[in-house]
């Protein structure tokens, strides 16, 4: 039984996650939000959109999430400094 479950999630996941591979996560925010709002699969949208330049994601996250959510996905996915012990 998990032997079928395991050969099932294989082309699962080929086919229903878009590649993250090189993206940051707020490219990844964008590529799902575009997609959601054209009706696309996500999985497409990663294929057909070129890599995004950093003000070219933050121009993109205000589109799809407006300026104060865009400001909040990016402070929230920022990485904190590292402390000093």
Known sequence: MFAVFNAA???TVY????????????EMDVIFASA???GVSPVKRAKTM?????TQVE???AKYFGEEEAQIRRRSSAVPPPTGN
């Not at 070129?50 to 950093?54: A, E, F, M």
């Open 15 to 26: 086919f229903l996650f878009p590649e993250p591979k090189g993206r940051s996560l707020e």
């Open 36 to 38: 959601w709002a054209d």
């Open 9 to 11: 999630l294989i082309p």
């Open 50 to 54: 070129p890599k995004l330049t950093g």
């Open 59 to 61: 121009t993109e996250l």
